[in-house]
């Protein structure tokens, strides 16, 4: 068996089951029950494992990516925005994890193969893009499958599998009769893994290609059927032949190996030359355009453009750190390459080799671990090779027993990683799959089951803990097998003991942190930080603590079965039950969940215990119309209707467009026969010019959920200009003049100067309330919240902006005014939940900008930081909840700083935000508007930059916004 590292850590050995399922890039078996269970992973808003294939629709503006992490997920190719997600039954081991997919060629159905069951059957699902259903199911193949392709008339699908079989599939009837699908011929012949397939474009062949160093070629027989017996071998690759393409004319086939070459073909079968060389394997080849450029990729950095047939080289492309599995042709001379380090799918130009685009989820490996102070965790996100127990530097740290991240810089001095040597006794390692502790105990991996041992360390007892490419277990000093910690989604890069030897830490592919006692071998804690610095923090149980915008990674899943697509419920669909931070914290300083809620318990005995969230079920959402995901009218207003049910009585049902509501329980007109559990929603929603995203929002006491969205575009140019409306609030001079700032008058009245530009340009009008020092009192706010309540219509724009003091204060978050009083906030102060209120309701899209986290001249500031008082995480987080649709830019996380800079003249926060509209910096795609998503990105990576890495602003809320442009620059 094939068995090696490629580049920076990716595995290239053969796709076969194993006998005994370990991490294999998936959870642990006993996190996922029966079919309705719900199982806790994360979503990081793009890829958390290996990218494995790509198909994009026939227009050319959607493209279709399938992984490890068992996702499939869609994408705009001209934002690079993802769009949807949609996920399959997910069990333990590799089960579920998906190879293969491919689009029937009038882009309504995709075909998705991967792992299959333990019992070994392997299912491929057949699913209605348009409608979000499975609608067919094909079971036959006995190992996984690696390849599909759909014949040029829709009629037929082919399947490579594992299990060495080409089967065809009769798939012409799906649309109407799906269990009229059939298995219509089982091609054998090859004796290894069959990993490509592929149609001749008259229907007249299939060519496929094998780990058995070969191709072969299918054809028809004269009564149109398929026949082992009818097929020619074609030899010319020394190792496995990985990939094979037949060409949009039909003249030529080319295929790919772990030769590293890419070799050419007549279309009877017959070598004609070697086309090229790549510095790697071969994994994956396509045709472009009309046929006379090939690309090919793989384990070897650079992807290369071929001219057909002479081979000469077009261009290069290098933006991969590691193996691309796949790359396809996309309109005009764009290619789209799947691979690296992080997950990524990236967008290039085939014949200049210049980046267009790279599609990337918001989280990253985590390659390096180690224990600090207390039960501080360092880890990091970058490779960066030293030796087999130091893959990275330490970059970042998080505190479980503060619940509270330090995004760094990180001194690494304080924190101490694996340790191979423990007094005389010394770890080594004689290959790859041997360890021998001190001089005569071995311990051996079985290849097959563990894979490749990639680390080990002593605990300071003396046991050793052992990473492989499948498992993570714990073995005695004498080389006795006491137990397999199992949890991870993918390999564990790195662990680490603390110096008590109590617990261990561990870093994985995955993307998560997690912590384990070495006393009980429970899983304590599970950490996802994203790139944006927002993290979520959880038990096993499903007890978690969150950042503001934190929530959004992590998710309950719900498997259907292998007929049906699982569903899916963010974590905030359970906030009301299970946001526990103070039961996160006492879980990992008391190493036990149970003796932490027991804990819990004698101090809050009312408090009920969930044991899953199966009993808390959010509202079921189901569309009736429209039917499609993409829809085009020239219609002012779309009719909808869907079916809302729940389990208890339905408290709050909303409408969405562009994330805004449009309607609540009080617009909506219910049927005589809806009763408090179910209602029939039917509405016409109003439209914007362009593309409109529609969603519906549920919630019962307990739960709460949000559709599946519809994309709607509304032909139509609309004469009208929006209008926005400011609230400016900085205030800097107090009544009491110990709570007085620096610049945050000079932030409010820069923020107001730039936006009164934008007067005439992408605003009809701009009206600024000003709330500067002394006019910015309780009643002053109060009104001007009334005035753009009063104003504000759904095709405008209101952006609040808040320079000042914000505490906390029995559970509720107030801003302070000028004669505020701090100890005296219930009737001094604003409460953020009027905010809330009238925000939330707004029909406009609203953005608020807080810079609510001043130092100032307070002297007691780092007690109040440490007791939490002036921590705006959930007062963010309520804002811009997805039922209330704000987007919210914060200068700074939880319990940081907001710095303010005399040689600026502003606090660093506004200031990115003025280089970013004024000097132009934030217009990443070069339109000259600039976008909330444009901003958010350049005042997240200029804060860090001038705060040396002390400040990091947030943006809840902004996923729920799909368009928001907030700037347009002088022509």
Known sequence: MESRLNGAGTWMGKRRPVAVWGLVLLVACDLFGAPGDPVLVIDPHGHSGRVNDLACTPDGRTLISVSDDKAIRFWDVGTGILVKTLRGQAGAGPEGQLFAAALSPDGRFLAVGGYGTPKGDTPIQIIDIAADRQVGTLSGHTNTVNALAWSADGRYLASGSADTDVRIWDVGGVAEKPEGIRCVATLEGHTDDVYDVDFAPDGSALVSASYDHSCRLWRRGVDGSFESGNSKVMEGHSEGARCVVWSPKGDYIVSGGHDERVLL????????????????????????????RVVGAGSGNPAVVFEVPSGAEVTRFEGHSNTVYSAIPLSGDWVASAGGDDHEIRIWDAQSGTEQRCLVGKGRPVWAAGFGPGLKVGFGQKNKFADENNRGPIEQ???????????????????????????????????????VVGEDVVIEADARVDGRILYSAFTPSGQVVIGRDFSLKLYSGAGELLHEFVGHMGIVWAVSVSQDGRLLASASDDQTVRLWSLDSRELL???????????????????YAASAGGEQYLGWQINRGWDQLAEFYPAYSYRRRFYRPELVQRTAELHSFDRAWAELQAAEPEKEMIASPKTLMPPEIMWEAPVQFRVETEEAHIPIRAVVTAGEKLTEIKVLVNGRVVADMADLQFGADDAERQKVVVFDAPLEAGENTIEIYAAHLDANALSAKKLVTYHHEDPYQSDLYLVNIGISRYADPSLSLNFADADAESLAQLFETQRG???RKVEVRP???????????????????????QKDVVILSVAAHGYNENGNYYLLPYEGDPEKLRSTAVNWRDLVDVLGNLPSKNLVIVDSCHSGALPDFDVLTRGDRVNNTEALRELASPQHGVVVMASCTGREVAQERESLGHGVFTHAILEGLRDKMADQKKDGIIYAHELSSFVMDRVKELSNGK?????????NITRFPLFQLEN
């Open 771 to 793: 709330l500067v020092n002394d006019n910015a009192s309780r009643d002053a706010i109060l009104g001007a919240l009334e005035w753009v309540e009063s104003q504000a219509t």
């Open 397 to 435: 740290a998080f505190d479980f027993a503060g619940i509270a991240l330090d995004p760094g810089p990180i001194p690494e001095s304080q924190y101490h990683r694996a340790q191979r040597t423990l007094g005389p006794v010394s770890i080594r390692q004689e290959g790859e799959y041997k360890l």
């Open 951 to 959: 400040q990091h602003p947030t943006t809840p809320g902004l996923e």
């Open 265 to 292: 073909w007549d279309r009877q079968g017959d070598l004609v030359k070697e086309l090229g060389r790549l510095s790697g394997k071969v994994v994956t080849v396509s045709f472009l355009g009309d046929g006379s």
């Open 761 to 763: 340009r992408l605003f």
């Open 525 to 543: 804690a599970t950490l996802f930080v994203a790139e944006d610095h927002e993290w979520v923090c959880w038990t096993p149980q499903g007890y």
